[in-house]
């Protein structure tokens, strides 16, 4: 019997995995692009996110066999988005309040048009009946979004940082949309139990969602909740450390 081939998947982050050098483009350091270029490699999936740069005008492009689809952003929205929501309200916050976040309304708002043009991007790039995987915190109304635009798709959610308690949580005022953005996905990825836990707590307080740590359900469509620990690529690094570089240093 011949297994059924698996849907077309699309990963959306927010930053592509390469960046610009003076040859075009090379791979970007980082865990995430450890984890999955290799997979995408291999079944040639699609990439959404953003260059890394201000203001690019980089068109999509393949690159080792990957097909990236680019989300500008502007300066005004990177310090809105990236650098304010994301980086001083989310991280901090996110990270056991290790110190205070910042609360700006304006940050907020380029936050959601942000994850508007991603949810955009995906449905116009995404393949029929496909699987969407987003990361990360920068992403978390994308979910939702992308379902109100495409119904064939199934959507994951993958959080690489900690996801706070509720007594943490609330502090946050758009608290509501953020679980509400999550709530959006089929499945939402924590890296510890601990974490899917909170999610949990928080949808069933702040949006009166019903469930327990494994599967919430609300408005009418039910979320799995798992944790679900990201590894590397394990033969890759195998052989760099067998690489005769590796050995003489």
Same mark, same amino acid.
């Given at each position: ?58 068109? =999509? ?12 952003? @502007? ?11 994301? #980086? ?7 990270? @056991? ?17 942000? #994850? ?12 029929? #009946? ?31 940082? =900690? ?21 959006? /996905? ?11 836990? #909170? ?15 494994? /599967? ?12 679900? =620990? ?20």
């Amino acid at each position: 019997m011949t297994a059924s081939p698996l849907p077309p998947l699309v990963v959306a982050a927010n930053r592509l995995p390469v960046s610009r050098c003076d040859d075009g483009w090379a791979p970007s350091p980082g865990g995430l692009v450890r984890a999955l270029l290799p997979m995408l490699r291999d079944s040639g999936g699609i990439w959404v996110g953003w260059t890394g740069v201000p203001d690019d005008d980089a068109t =999509p492009f393949t690159h080792e066999g990957v097909a990236l689809h680019p989300v500008p952003l @502007d300066a005004t929205e990177v310090a809105g988005y990236y650098e304010g929501f994301a #980086n001083d309200t989310l991280w901090p916050l996110y990270h @056991d309040a290790i110190r205070e976040s910042g609360y700006h309304a304006e940050q907020w708002d380029t936050y959601v048009t942000v #994850n508007e043009r991603f949810a955009d991007v995906l449905a116009e790039v995404s393949p029929p #009946n496909s699987l969407v995987w987003v990361h990360d915190y920068h992403l978390q109304l994308v979910p939702a979004l992308l379902r109100a635009r495409r119904t064939d798709v199934r959507i994951g959610f993958f959080d690489h940082i =900690p996801f706070p308690p509720l007594e943490l949580f609330s502090r946050l005022p758009s608290r509501e949309e953020i679980v509400r953005g999550l709530l959006g /996905a089929d499945l939402v990825g924590f890296q510890r139990h601990g974490d899917a836990r #909170n999610f949990a707590a928080a949808a069933t307080e702040l949006l009166g969602a019903h469930g327990d740590d494994d /599967a919430i359900t609300f408005d009418g469509h039910t979320t799995t909740v798992g944790a679900f =620990p990201i590894s590397i690529d394990v033969e890759e690094f195998e052989t760099l450390a067998a690489g005769r570089t590796t050995r003489q240093r």
